[in-house]
């Protein structure tokens, strides 16, 4: 009965689905210029709590100081409640961008804080930022809550927001 039943098996082919065959991008093949473009497209928070932790190759990239020229730290709502100094939430926020602006090696020309600048960390910045322009800098209004200071040149006008 066996061979009965595996030579009928045999002379009629079982079906079989259909694989799609695809292939998954491989990340780590990506040049390092277009792999830190993506990366740059992250907010700083996200950079810090998540990109850069995915492999050796991306905190490589990620402790380029070309990848800190603009910190933008005006996503942190996702993450933390900064409204309150002292707060541990403010004071990892704090810490975080001054690490932010120390991976800058001092090539920093935008910035964007939200919710938690002191005058401790505008001293900070303003220590280690070379890149600014500081008579823009000490034009720019303040705005409650919010400071971001941008160096676009494209516009006289235009003197970027604290």
Same mark, same amino acid.
């Given at each position: ?61 990620? @402790?380029?100081? /070309? #990848? ?6 005006? =996503?942190? %709502?996702?993450?933390?409640?900064? $409204? ?51 008579? @823009?800098?000490? /034009? #720019? ?6 400071? =971001?200071? %941008?160096?676009?040149?494209?516009? $006289? ?6």
């Amino acid at each position: 009965m066996s061979s009965s039943s595996s030579s009928s098996s045999s002379s009629t082919p079982a079906k079989r689905p259909k694989l799609e065959i695809t292939t998954n991008p491989n990340w780590l093949e990506l040049p390092r210029d277009i792999t830190s473009n993506i990366l740059q497209r992250l907010g700083t928070v996200e950079i810090l709590k998540n990109a850069r932790n995915v492999c050796p190759y991306w905190w490589n990239i990620c @402790k380029d100081p /070309s #990848m800190w020229r603009n910190i933008d730290m005006g =996503t942190v %709502d996702q993450y933390f409640e900064p $409204d309150i100094p002292g707060t541990p939430d403010h004071d990892r926020l704090v810490k975080m961008c001054q690490y932010a602006v120390d991976l800058s090696s001092g090539h920093l020309e935008k910035i964007h804080i939200y919710r938690f600048g002191t005058d401790n960390l505008l001293r900070y910045i303003a220590d280690r930022a070379k890149g600014i322009d500081y008579e @823009k800098a000490l /034009s #720019m209004e303040w705005k409650p809550q919010t400071l =971001t200071y %941008d160096d676009d040149d494209d516009d $006289d006008d235009d003197m970027g927001h604290f």
